[in-house]
């Protein structure tokens, strides 16, 4: 059985969005902690809402981390740690502009 935890948005600023995303799931191969998650970090340009950074495992492609335009896989520990990760890159991205 599937259950929604969390379904919720951060407004960072007018610009700057953060979409958490979390399920119980069965426990299985795909899924061995139990959850299925997404979190994302958006931007405004030019009107439309653009995916900038993303760590999930929504696609059974295990944990994995979507930034600079490369997807790696990604060593989850928690929902929480990964959304502190994630802040994290934002940070970081925000420094090399």
Known sequence: MVELIIKRTIIESETERIDLNLWKVPIDKNYPEGVKYSINYRELVNNKWMDKIRIDNKKR????LHFLKQKKPYAFSSFENALQD????????????
């Open 86 to 97: 994630l802040k994290q890159l934002i940070e970081k991205s925000k420094g090399e502009k």
């Open 61 to 64: 492609e295990g944990h994995h």
